[in-house]
């Protein structure tokens, strides 16, 4: 990571009075600009043209002054035009930092925006980690051109990195680390760091490695710094501190960081070979981003949405997940077509089969977040589906008849058919045990097959809960009251 | 945090097959005790009763090799007999850690399970900071004792962690940090360091304070060792990296510990009095426990479950949400019995109707988790609300026009009636247009009104879209049809 230490640290308040005065520089520039266009006063006016240079030098000023990351943060809460021209305005040698900061669809935005030589210019500032994330996102053209000004080890550097597949520990690797020899004492270690300029960010251990560069073990800087300068590395050395693999799944880093509180871990290769670190903010951005994507998937948003994005881009956005939905509607609703003699006889049934079919699908989502949640923290093992089922099952009959009772009650106080309630209750109970079923049984199977236990795994239950909800109902109504 | 640098740190695969071990031996435990018990052989049988013994030996053996966090993950992903051996077997003094590790459900089991005197002796095992973590799960009794035995400062500080609010700056805060004054020389410090047996946990920078215990700056650790033992430390310390007030939003703190990749952060009081710090990993912890309290409020789970609770704790975790979803259940089905007679004549409406309300409760939700989660990323002014409104509105009027057209085409061609065809796409739009103003207004509101905006938003959105998207519907057929 380019060394951004110089620029100032700021709290969320101060940082929304940056985003207020950005905002009214911007309209003060608007309102000049507007007047020149509208030639309400001579496009050449010499005064008018020397606020308006005034607004812009200010606007530059106050970016100049900012952390990248405080910028991305406004560029994100900014509209498109206004993006645009804070993005303008922005030095060209700090482009590239706030484009690894700001949001994939922000991101997008302004890469759009920019010309191939200036994509290069910006991609020559980058480490090679850095530049593999953002790589995706550039055109073609600019990663071919890329390629060629790199020398030779460069290149395999930035190969390597593009390499490592999503979701992987080399994807969040970097290849800042500081190692050393373990036979040289503490003094020496001192006086070698000393002729470093800076140390890379987040370095609170250094690494051992011999002389094909197999890593032995970790020295912290804190056992460096309260240790006598006399002794040797070898004897200080930590051995079973954890070494992450470049092809270990990306979660597994991140939930070892969180148990043992780790700053930054060594990563291998296959063998034993030192290759890179992972430090603990490329873990945070990663757990915060499998978060969101999971949250947002949920909602079935297939990617990060640009609040300001254009109402096109938004529909595409969305489109999928309406359309999966309108599928299982339309398969409930032909499920209660097949009873359109039932509820012609007995139009209470019409009224009363969506409580049947919510209450279903609630119960449902219920136990699928917590059985999904039990997998990712890895605490169902494949031999807990049978206990973990008669659990939710049980669940599901006390669900049934508690609520299906008291449901039932209304339902018979309302038609004056104590049938009717008596169905109603079946069909609850009958249907919360369909939703515990599939709710165990739909995630453990996503992840024997290999699958993300969460992914689609809501919208598969309500399909169930609905059409196995008005099934049951209307079956049970035809059966016993018509 | 009380050393636990001994410990090896496992990766996934390791940690799963010491829990399959123990698992096993559990199991071979279990197995002699049921032959015991069932008295297929005398009680004091000498060969069984070593084999017994020995199999909690090497449990125990095992169980003292392993890291604190690990045993924490073993005691989770057991169920609660098992588990509760397997506390038992854990040695005294490390309950304290453990405890600090484990879910909250998990804890409260095995808290359930101790008596007064072993939780003192526990407490008294840990840091102000990390009791005040455990305290919400005393008994008052064990509280009180507490209070009880520590010196006056001791409870002067167990009083401040427990006063801050849980979600404040204050609550993530520990005491372990390293301080020095800023006219002492590089060649000062590193001779004061080494004083020290070790440095605490994430100590990546030195915070530099008056006489008055003022905060002047900090010193990276970085910075100490590449400059020269001569500088003093007012030479090189940093003015103007984050500070925390202990009052703070957690949350604030963590866009802050994410957005300027730190290790740790000095906090001070209202003054500019240094009371303690922040280090990544309490923000980590922070981080991953609000994203799973959000995910649990999302599915109604009133709280974190223990996978291996007790059907009737599942139940009473689960019952608001389903209480809630019956009321908002049974309103729907109300505004449908309004329309009974609609319904009668024209029974394809009930086949029709659930499709309606359900893509708008789809769409209702998607909005909603843009807005909420635009809205966590600071991206949403008060003054952005109409252009989102705007925008929402444009997305729904385009996606009522191609999937109402589509569904209406559908309609018409299963029940031959162009005009019910119309109804069905004019009713699905209106419901998406209802959703997308509501999905923008809730959470907007409930943020003006100081909520989370997230909190209930999506059990408000269903039961608008649902109940409207009924009324809509059947409305416009009972108006335009019949």
């Given at each position: 990571m380019a060394e951004t230490e110089e620029f100032p640290h700021q709290d969320q308040d101060e940082l929304l009075t940056h985003l207020r005065e950005v905002q009214q520089l911007l309209s003060r520039h608007r309102l000049v600009e507007g007047l020149v266009h509208r030639q309400d006063m001579p496009r050449h006016d010499l005064v008018e043209n020397l606020v308006h240079k005034q607004h812009l030098a200010e606007l530059r000023n106050k970016l100049d002054?900012?952390?990248?990351?405080?910028?991305?943060?406004?560029?994100?809460?900014?509209?498109?035009e206004d993006r645009l021209l804070v993005w303008d305005l922005v030095k060209?040698?700090?482009?590239?930092?706030?484009?690894?900061?700001v949001s994939d669809a922000v991101r997008e935005s302004l890469i759009e925006t920019m010309e191939p030589a200036e994509l290069i210019a910006v991609a020559e500032q980058l480490d090679a980690d850095e530049l593999a994330d953002l790589a995706p996102d550039l055109p073609q053209e600019v990663i071919d051109d890329l390629f060629r000004s790199l020398d030779g080890e460069e290149r395999e550097q930035l190969r390597a990195a593009m390499s490592y597949a999503e979701g992987s520990v080399g994807a969040l690797m970097d290849f800042d680390y500081v190692s050393v020899r373990e036979d040289i004492s503490l003094e020496v270690v001192l006086r070698y760091l000393?002729?470093?300029?800076?140390?890379?960010?987040?370095?609170?251990?250094?690494?051992v490695v011999d002389r094909e560069a197999r890593l032995r073990g970790v020295l912290p800087l804190n056992v460096l710094l309260v240790n006598d300068p006399d002794v040797e590395v070898g004897d200080l050395m930590q051995t079973d501190a954890l070494t992450l693999q470049a092809s270990d799944s990306a979660n597994h880093a991140a939930t070892a960081f969180e148990r043992y509180d780790l700053v930054s871990a060594p990563v291998t290769d296959g063998t034993d070979k030192l290759v890179g670190r992972v430090t603990v903010n490329a873990v945070l951005d990663h757990i915060r981003e499998a978060a969101e994507a999971e949250q947002l998937a949920q909602a079935g948003l297939h990617e990060e949405e640009d609040i300001f994005a254009s109402i096109w881009d938004s529909v595409k956005n969305r489109w999928r997940w309406l359309a999966i939905n309108l599928i299982t509607a339309f398969i409930a609703s032909r499920v209660i077509g097949l009873f359109e003699d039932s509820i012609e006889k007995l139009v209470a049934l019409a009224a009363l089969m969506p409580i049947v079919a919510g209450i279903g699908g609630n119960s449902g989502n219920q136990t699928i977040t917590m059985i999904v949640r039990a997998i990712a923290l890895g605490q169902v093992g494949e031999d807990s589906e049978r206990r973990l089922l008669h659990k939710e099952v049980g669940v599901a009959m006390l669900n049934g008849l508690i609520w299906g009772s008291l449901i039932g009650l209304l339902a018979w106080w309302l038609y004056k058919d104590v049938r009717l309630g008596a169905v109603m209750t079946a069909a609850m109970t009958l249907n919360l045990l369909v939703a515990a079923t599939v709710g165990v049984v739909i995630p453990m199977t996503l992840r024997k097959l290999g699958r993300d236990p969460a992914m689609g795994a809501s919208v598969m239950i309500t399909a169930v809960t609905d059409s196995g909800g008005f099934f049951i109902f209307l079956g049970l109504a035809t059966l016993f009251l018509l």
């Open positions: 002054s900012l952390h990248p990351a405080d910028i991305a943060y406004l560029l994100e809460a900014l509209p498109r060209a040698d700090r482009d590239g930092e706030i484009l690894l900061e000393r002729r470093f300029d800076e140390l890379p960010d987040h370095t609170d251990q250094l690494f």
